[in-house]
């Protein structure tokens, strides 16, 4: 029950004051409080984000706070040193699902050159003064082609907010990697009394290097972050939908990492989400590039590479040493001048140094499998033959039933973009394309110009 004080006078009643992320403002009139209301996650795109089993949930409506962030170098990765998204778990939260809507950008880079043999004139002075010229031979790297394509504009996904398992190592608030094993290892089976029932030790190296061989065998074969090498085949649909069975393998949300990270005092601390894009069999994608540009009787060295920019959304305290440290070039000259192996030293055994946490991140599918119907529904029935509907259903290699439902296949498969892309990409190589700007669409389609002719008829 509140009771209000007869003797307050009315000119010391005021509108409430604004919090450390808000300003006093002037009310709004009525007309403006009806006509624009405070945006919800809802009109992000969140919705449309495809949430399979053991997905995280969204959160409910809100009004997003604006954190302060910048972009850093050609990498595109975005940084923040706000300093309510290190102390506010929520706020952290928030800002990574709403950055998380933009998904990375994923290019191919092909790139071609061949050494040339040269000669050259050059002024030499003898022992005596005099000048004479003299033939100089020096071999000369010449770049034939060098040109990028965009993939990331087939990405055909919203994300899916994923986290690594306990037993993966990873960096878990330490400088070095972690996992969480259940206490009862760590003392000879004696189970503890209270407490969490993880604990958390220093990873082997052997179990390091082999994580990293499988994530690098996963990313190879177009697999999401949360699947297993044994899982399944590329073949097999059925495969990939069972990837889909459950993406958040930590104990742990992505919420409460956020809040262990907040809860913590260290001055170079940093929480990283890495976005992942997977789906297509890059390994055979680079091959089959390859093929066509050796196909182009091309000789010179050449390489096929995919590169992927927009990838991490990193926040680090607000202090000036790690404000510093996030500058390249402020970087550089405490190397000059000797002072940063002393900060490397206080960041990787302070107590209050330095702590990395690299446990969850964003995937985006090039190419994926979504239940479109419930178990045990057929597909849409159709006529018998010959008509059209019932040879289309039986030919469509993008619908198939499985047992939790009719699936549908969602995205452009990676042969279909090398068919579209084959000719063009030999052509670049043999007229020798040098582009700083990727390409976006293949040289076969027809132009905006000749669509407006009356009587023409593209041929796809």
């Not at 927009?310 to 607000?318: F, G, H, L, S």
């Not at 529904?377 to 439902?405: N, Y």
Request: hydrophobic share 35%; charged share 25%.
């Amino acid at each position: 029950m509140i009771i209000k004080d007869p003797d307050a006078k009315d000119s010391d009643e005021g509108p409430p004051q604004g919090g450390p992320s808000t300003a006093p403002v002037a009310p709004p009139s009525f007309a403006e409080s009806t006509g624009a209301l405070a945006p919800s996650y809802s009109q992000f795109g969140t919705p449309d984000v495809f949430i399979p089993q053991g997905g995280e949930e969204p959160p409910p409506e809100f009004t997003p706070y604006e954190a302060e962030y910048f972009v850093s170098g050609s990498d595109g990765d975005i940084v923040s040193h706000d300093r309510h998204l290190n102390e506010d778990g929520e706020a952290l939260y928030r800002f990574l699902l709403s950055h998380s809507l933009t998904p990375p950008t994923v290019r191919v880079h092909l790139r071609g050159t061949h050494t040339e043999s040269r000669t050259r004139s050059v002024s030499s002075r003898d022992k005596d003064g005099h000048y004479h010229m003299v033939e100089e031979h020096y071999t000369e790297e010449v770049t034939d082609f060098d040109f990028d394509i965009d993939v990331g504009q087939h990405i055909a996904s919203r994300p899916v907010h994923w986290s690594l398992p306990d037993e993966e190592p990873a960096y878990r608030g330490g400088m070095v990697k972690e996992v969480d094993v259940p206490s009862e290892r760590l003392i000879s089976g004696i189970a503890l009394e209270g407490g969490s029932p993880l604990a958390r030790r220093k990873a082997a190296k052997r179990d390091i290097k082999a994580a990293a061989a499988c994530q690098k065998e996963k990313r190879a074969r177009g697999l999401p972050p949360w699947a297993a090498i044994d899982e399944g085949t590329d073949a097999t649909h059925t495969g990939l939908l069972a990837h889909q069975s459950s993406v958040l393998k930590s104990s742990k949300t992505l919420r409460e990492w956020a809040d262990e990270y907040c809860a913590t005092d260290k001055l170079l601390k940093e929480f990283t989400y890495e976005k992942v894009v997977y789906g297509w069999h890059l390994a055979n994608l680079e091959a089959a590039i390859s093929a066509a540009i050796k196909s182009t009787y091309y000789t010179g060295r050449f390489a096929v590479e995919f590169r992927t920019t927009n990838a991490k959304i990193t926040v680090r305290p607000d202090n000036r040493l790690s404000r510093t440290l996030s500058n390249k070039w402020l970087k550089f000259i405490l190397f000059v001048l000797l002072l940063y192996p002393f900060i490397w030293l206080y960041k990787r055994f302070g107590r209050r140094g330095g702590g990395r946490w690299e446990v969850c991140g964003g995937a985006y599918a090039l190419k994926t499998w979504q239940l479109a119907g419930t178990p045990g529904e057929q597909p849409p029935p159709f006529p018998p033959p010959p008509f059209s509907g019932a040879a289309a259903i039986i030919h469509d290699d993008r619908i198939m039933q499985t047992p939790m439902g009719i699936a549908r296949l969602v995205g452009l498969r990676e042969g279909e973009w090398f068919q579209e892309w084959e000719g063009t990409i030999r052509r670049a190589v043999t007229n020798r394309l040098k582009s700083s700007v990727p390409l976006k669409e293949p040289d076969g389609r027809p132009t905006q110009a000749a669509l407006l002719l009356d009587g023409y008829r593209p041929t796809y």
